[in-house]
């Protein structure tokens, strides 16, 4: 599968470098793609360039760049793409909740696009190996598009999680206090944890 990464940080290097040794062609657009810093990530391209040639593209920055990153995309009409950014504000507060969501901001700054919730409520290294002795990582998922989600959910089974669709994009009020309460959590429990489900 031919995938953008849109932003070239630890969280899009590190899903990036996943998706790439599972076999996909992964391409990563940034602004300035001869900038030093990318040397060695592997394909790099301007943000336009990059998501044009992509089947899915994956949200990475930070929040406050994404409105930007998006622009810089262009026209995202048709495509899935992955919003794994977190709207979270000064004094680590969300900018958004309850009533709206940072991914359904997303959907409306890239109208058309098939937008998933998803690698939001988790750190880089649970990215890097979502593995545990007791079991494997959830990937909470959302979003409208039944189909958009199943691909979400495909690659992540591939990167070995356990892929859970909470239902439609405004689920993701949910899934991204989530996050936030594991960012939390990583003060007390370090960073290797993820969340888990129990079942009967």
């Not at 880089?124 to 190996?129: G, I, K």
């Amino acid at each position: 599968m031919r995938i953008a990464i849109i932003g070239a940080g630890r969280v899009g290097r590190t899903l990036g470098g996943r998706l790439a040794a599972a076999g996909h062609a992964v391409t990563y657009g940034v602004r300035v793609p001869n900038d030093p810093k990318h040397a060695g990530i592997g394909s790099v391209a301007g943000i336009r360039e990059a998501v044009a040639g992509a089947e899915v593209a994956f949200l990475t920055t930070s929040w406050a760049g994404a409105q930007g990153a998006l622009e810089a995309a262009g026209d995202l009409s048709g495509r899935v793409l992955v919003d794994a950014t977190n709207p979270i504000g000064p004094g680590m507060v969300l900018t958004h909740g309850t009533t709206d969501s940072g991914a359904e901001q997303v959907a409306r700054w890239s109208p058309g696009a098939r937008v998933v919730k998803a690698f939001n409520t988790i750190g880089m290294e649970v990215m890097a190996n979502p593995q545990f002795a007791n079991g494997r990582s959830v990937l909470w998922l959302s979003g409208d598009d039944a189909a958009a989600c199943e691909s979400v959910a495909g690659l992540g089974r591939e990167l070995g999680f356990e892929p859970v669709r909470l239902g439609p994009l405004a689920r993701a009020r949910f899934q991204e206090p989530a996050a936030l309460l594991w960012i939390t959590a990583t003060a007390t429990m370090g960073r290797e944890f993820s969340w888990g489900v129990l079942r009967r």
